[in-house]
Structures are given as C-alpha cells and as structure tokens.
C-alpha cells in the first residue's frame, strides 16, 4: 500500500502509547520490495521467495502508518524474527501491530512492537518484535 | 556442514537513498547530508536494519534458496549505528548444536572493528547442507 499522505514524521512520542494497545492490520505487497533486497540495497535479482530483509522493511513501512509518521529521535535497540512459513517474492501480507511492552531503561524510556505478519490464507509467516528507544 | 560465507558491503548514500524510498522511512538523518551533519552523529547514519542486510544476504547464501525457511529464528541487537561510508563485514562464530538446531554467534562490524550488531541465529538442523 502507498505511503502517500502518512507524514514522515509522527507527533506522537512512545510515552503516549500503552502496552496492550492493538494498532492495524495493514496490508503490505512484497513484489515491490523483495527483488531489491536480496544482496546490495536496490541493486534487482529475482527470486521466488521474499528475502530477510524484506521482514525489518516492511514493519518500519507498517510502523509509519501505524503511528502516523515515525516518531523522531527513536534508536532501534533490538528485533527477533521467528519464521513460520515461507513468504513468496509477490506476496500480500497484512501485518498487525501491538504494543507488546514498555520500561524505562539506560538509554531512555524502551517500547517493545510486536508484529504478526500473515499471508493471505491468514497463515501467521512471520512474528517478529522490535524495540524502539526513545532517549528524552 | 556448509561453512557460513563472510558477507561485505560498503554503505553508501545510493545504498541509503534506496532503502528510504523503499521503508518510506526519510527522516532526515538518514537523506539529508546537511541536516545530518548539524545533527547528533556529526553526519549521515544508515537506517538500522541496513546494518542486518549483510546477515540476511549470508543466511541466504549459507542456506541456499531465496527466502527464509521455516524454523528460522535471528535474535539481533544493535549496538553502533552504520555511517555512510562504513564497510561492513557479517561473519559468524563455528556452529553449536543444542536440542537439535544449529545455532550460530554472528557480529557485524565496520571497518574500524567496531560491532554494530550482534546476532544469534537459530536454525534446525535438518535444513542446514552438508558441506
């Protein structure tokens, strides 16, 4: 799906989500994606299936519509990709989102995403959680 | 078994042009040389997982095929950012077995050694090939 008219940026800060709060399910398409990132960033090779670096893209695509924009100033700490089943080159996927935690830690206060990542069929592909620091 | 193959790929402003357009993610600190360099890193750093493409390319290549079988499980945490113009090298500790899947230690690290991720990927073992 287009990012037209979702800003770049969010207003919104991480302090004003909740842990629990459900955002989504969006659909994403992988054709536009998956041959470009299979080796150097943007460089064509085809394949059947979607390559890993289709799953943090697609998420951080997910993540701007969710929260309207990415919210400035977030540092990706960690993220955990458990795979499923395998995603074609073309597929469709509709991705939801949940705000799984939230604590105050060294580096600011750390806002754990959950993202479930289903294929057409509603097959669950891919889990996958990232955590986003916010230094105040 | 297979050895994991040592990945490399230089990071540049095309590289981080591309993923931009691609994730949707244009925060300036990323596509603006001018706004970045005012900025807290002193200039351009990479969209985090840019740092991770070098260790999906080399799963890839140690696993064959084209996309990422099922089972898989890649635990990443991030420690420096990638600034434009990093070389970055993914290469992996020898493999262990535990209950059955391969697990391998895996650090990414730029050119001056420092580590900009570490990984932990988790793979049964049926789906590894023999070397």
Known sequence: MSLEGVPVLSELRYAELSAGDRLGSFVEELAPVSDQLRGAIGVVAEGEHAPGGVLPLVTLRVLRRALRGIPPGGVLVRQRFTVHAPLPAGASVRVAVRVSAQREAHNGLQTTF????????????VVEWTILAAPE | MRPFPEVVHTVGQGAIDAYAALSGDCNPLHVDPDYAAAGPFGGVIAHGPIALQVVWEAV????G????PPGVCLDVAYRAPTRLGDTLTCRAEPPTVHAGDVVLSIAVVGQDGVEVLQ?????PRGIVPPD
Do not use: E, K, M, R
Request: aromatic share 8%; glycine share 12%; proline share 0%.
């Open chain 1, 114 to 125: 959950t993202f479930a990542v289903h294929q057409a069929d509603d097959l669950a592909a």
């Open chain 2, 60 to 63: 890839a290549g140690w696993l």
């Open chain 2, 65 to 68: 095929g084209s996309g990422v």
């Open chain 2, 119 to 123: 990984a932990l990927l988790v793979v």
